[in-house]
């Protein structure tokens, strides 16, 4: 798709609903009027000069709507569009800002890890910050590591291999989880690639998706910059994070109308971590020294990993672990959305749109459940308390690399 031509698919919605019927946001409020009025219905309106109002913040751009769309109409993509430019009539919040700023918010709080970690696990203190921050005081918020994982990236020693991936980790990774990261490289290294970590930061999704455009696109351009001399030298970059991964791989021109080089190359040479290992099996180059894993994993396949286009890749590797009981979920959506189901007059939507996701992660009676994106695995964990993991943490164990 061109730049430029998300506002031009809405000349042809038929107004089937098949959108209405499919979106999980309007089924759990009446605050948002569903996909279909919100977005092509509404833009013609808003093409006249029509002011765009609030009930688009109230979808979540999970990207359902977009998928389903018979007539290929870019439903969310211009619900984002059109949320951007009511940001731009009014002040966008302090809250969205902050929230939108994972990297800023990830570097001041690993510097207080322990503090804030005892302040954001406090009840009462959670209470008293809702009216002021604007985040509910339930809203499941991740711990800070305390180290990033670049810091780990850069004192570990690489592999010698004759082939190479350059990983882009995301804000996720480096500062709240760096252990998926230590995973994601053990499992390339032992499938015999050398695994550059380039300093990055965020790749301005977030910013996208709270409205700010002209930062986002600020974001977006400088990660480019920094893995485009991989992409021009046909290494593969490989994105542990579904929804930073979709940025990279087509959101940015679509939703931020990027007209950039690097931003295209890098897209092109842009891969999901459990997308770029089963192409590896399908070649017959992924190691398959599994040994057996006797748990019971309910799998959901977030929405932004759907949005890829590449069915469920995670699924095709789980089963090639002996013993693993793997229970695919038909769930729609867990509710959080990135920042969405955080905020203080949204957690209770989000929390409605997962009860379904939630219930059958705990009929299933698991081990662990998991999950391809980092905000959905907290968002699970919160609503199930069951442990959420990467698929690719599943592998890892399965190849002994995790004694």
Sequence with gaps: MTVGSVRETLDHCVKCTICETACPFSKATPLFPGPKFVGPQAERFRLAGQSADASVDYCSGCGICTQVCPQDVKIAEINAQARARMWEERRIPFRNQALARPSVTGRLGNRVATFANLALGSRTVRRLLEPTLGIHRDAPLPSFAGGTFQRWARRHPQAIASRTVAYFHGCGTNYYEPGVGRVVVGVLEHNGFRVDVPRQDCCGLPLQSNGNFDAARKYVRRLAHSLAPYA???????ANSTSCGLMLKREAREILEVEDEEV??????????CEFLLDLHDRGELRADFEPLELTVPYHAPCQQRGHGIGK???????LVPGLRVVELDADCCGIAGTYGLKREKYEIAMRVGEDLFRQVKQADPDVTACDSETCRWQIAHGTGVSAVHPVELLHRAYGLSR
């Design 264 to 273: 295209r190359v890098v897209g092109e040479h842009t891969y999901d971590l």
């Design 313 to 319: 890749p995670a699924l095709d590797l789980l089963a």
């Design 232 to 238: 021009r030298a046909g290494v593969p970059i490989v």
